[in-house]
């Protein structure tokens, strides 16, 4: 009975994830404990893009991605693509979505749920933001390396 | 709720709950299965058309009607009566927009079509004619007219009185040479005129036949396209048609010419001079017939070396409005020029003719050959010619700069060279008018280079010094990373700038604004002195006063250089998307002397591309000061004391200090509200009291404003320096030594400074900064660091 019972949770599990939920598992990290994302080489967009790992990446082993977007600069209609990564699928949470507000140390969170499937893989994040007239965007890496 | 809770309350549902959630997820049943019904009989169907669904007002129409599954037909609304199950039948005349309908019976039941027509009221017309129009000496001529549609007419002008709806009259006898008006002017129903004039030219004396003239007789090239003139053919009045008949020479087909009377034909190959003669004759307005005239054409055979010109043409892909990307639908071809063109002998692959045109391509090139147009992604403008000089080509090259590839070429297809004429060479953008890609992009390195025309240009026509540009590398290519796009000098010995390629995230190509920009931090660094740290900025973060001041003035020199404030930048799925700023507007979040949006809203706004070539060819190149704002704006002031008020109203209205401003910004009192940010430059002496200053990651880490610190340092003799740079307990304090922006002494530490230098006398700067705010040292967190620094002679 109790095996049975047992079973019937990850089927509900299984068919959960597989309507498109995604939950994160806890709380999301602090913004300090996050490490920036590499922005792109050109001018850029006045937001930080940071993020945390939820355990050390191991190859085609699904991983969680904590994302914290957080604006120097007040701006609105920050919009978040996840271009195609290199060597990492993005298994949920990749859909591009967008915010009407980006308030100076205001935080958008976002958690994905990742799965490396080589040695050094990279999550990119295209981040645009319109400013007093303007619209900048920018491209972030976060790498996804496995531990040797 | 969380899942395990969730399966606590589902547990004794559970297979219910399955169901439902595979159902939730897109599972599904079926009704249970039944016999066979027994099919009902078809229901009639009933199609209706007509030959015009608009007609005048008395006009008839003409229906056609069928069925399925009908016994029998019936007809109902403008027309009625019963039908065969199909047929055709004209009704009418309409007088009223009518509704026909069709409905026919069956054993299925009855089914039913229709059809309106629109009935307009008639057209009035009025038609006046006169034969012959034209009479001689005491002629008569017959008016007849007719009219539609109207109820009442009246002649008038040369007649007069009123006038039945149609008739005939003669008129005349004319003796008289004049013309002769007739008018007729009808009433419709409603009190609308409807007019009609004919004019009857009355001659005297007989019609002299026209005389034709076939022009000189004179040579064409073979195949060339030959025009046969009737220009010189003369009549008393007006020649109204011409005959051209070939008498003589190989047949040609001739066709229409550029007016109505001339022909024109295209001149057979020849292998020797071969003659052709056509006749002409020409009729007058009267019918009278010319004798024929004959011109010969002497067609000649190619010559071996013939000329092939034409345009380079690249398909440019505009941008639509700001923000809304690329325009493919807009896409066009069109003229470059300056680029390496050359001539291949299509069978030997040899190069046989090649050459840098600032406009069109002349070639001259042997006859009748197949050839192929090729052209290089290069500008070269080299010894002999005189300065400037550039060097600038677009290729593919790894991280490290090494070449993967030859530079783009593009080949045209093979042509024949002919007799010569015209050839343009085409490369298309690989993209089609719905963005999608559909073959190489070959047009984009051509698009790059195009950019650059119009900084080249100002390079050309700029006041002295006039430069020798160093090599400049562009690597460009599809695989290159979105956003990877920078200016880098001496990478392997070469200037460098990567262009974006990555389609769906970031192409350049079509992004002129982004290539001026990084060609104006090419410029900056080759005829003058660039400081920049780099690093990770927008237009209006508050960053280092180098990157500020580099980056503003790249943007600044590309538009003005083009006058375009308009800067784009593609970007997104299907490059449907765009960055945008416009360089002239005042944009006010973070203005002052940090932020590289003010640097290029005054230099826009100052329109002196003179001026700011002279200051950064001299002054700034020679600053003691690092490459700021302030060195930038005190050598301006200087070169252009007339302007001083301008630049001071627009430094004012950026909130940097105008009227006060040097080079070292002693003066500056925008703090962009942080005790953090001023002095600019912290001053020291040798051997007096040590100074502290602060690192900050107020502004962000890296390159933004307050990482770094600056401190001016005076050495009056040359003397053995100690610099010492100390902090708190596991922090990462470094000091580089720069004279006129070239750091000098040891590379830091990963712990406090503390070296000695030999220095020749000058002024120095100190830059002064925590390496966990300057992103140099992932094991040292950003915050604030007091750093304590003292000058000493050893």
Redesign the interface.
Known sequence: MKRT?IA??W???L??M??GAVQSQSAPPAIEQMT?AQ????????V?VRYQLRAAPTRDQPVGLELAFVA??PGHNLKV?F??AEAVTIDSGGAPFAQQKADADGVVRRSLIVTPRAERGTV?V?V?MD?????????FSIPIHLER | MDLWTLARRVRGAGTLAIALLLVACGGGGSSPPEGPPTPPPPAPTVSLSSNVTTIEEGESVQLTWSSTNATSCEASGAWTGTLATSGTQTVGPLTVISNFIVTCTGAGGTGSNGILVQVLPPTPTVTLEANPIIVRDGQTSQLTWSTHAVVSCEAAASWSGPRPLSGTETVGPFTQAMQVPYFLDCTDATGNHIQDVVIIEARTGPNQPPVANAGADRTEGSAQHVELSTLGSRDDHVIVSSSWTQVAGPAVTLGAGTTQLNASFTAPVVTTDTLLTFALTVTDDEGATSAPDTVDITVLPIPPIVTISGNVQYERVPHGFPGSGLSYASQEFVNTADVLVEVLNATTQNVIASGTFPGEFHFDVPSVTDLRLRTTAVLSRQAPEPLPHWQISVRDLNASGTPLGDVYTFTGPVFSSGPGGRRDLQIPSGWSPTGQLVGPRSAAPFAILDALRPVLAHVRSSISPVPDLPPLLIDWSPTNVGADTFFQANRGGNSWIVLAGEADVDTDEYDPSVIRHEFGHFILHSVSRDDSIGGAHSIIDRVDMRVAVSEGFATAYGALVSHESTYLDSFGVGQRESGFFDVGSDIQTNEGWFTEASIQEVLWSLQDLDTLWTVINGPMRQADAVISPFVLFAAYRQQRPDQASTLDFLLQGEGIVGPTIEPYGSTEINNASSPNVLPVYTPISLGGAAVQVRSTDEFGVGNKLSTHRFLRLNVPATTNVRFRATAAAGRDPDMRVLRRGVPIGPIPTPANEDFSLVLQPGDYVLDVYDCGNADCNDNVTPGPVDITVSVTTN
Do not use: H, M
Request: glycine fraction near 8%; aromatic fraction near 8%.
């Open positions: 019972f019937n949770v089927v509900y599990a068919l959960l597989g309507c920036l922005p792109s080489a050109k001018a850029s967009v006045p930080d120097r600069i693509q271009p195609r990119r295209l645009s400013i007093e007239g303007t619209r900048s965007f920018g491209v």
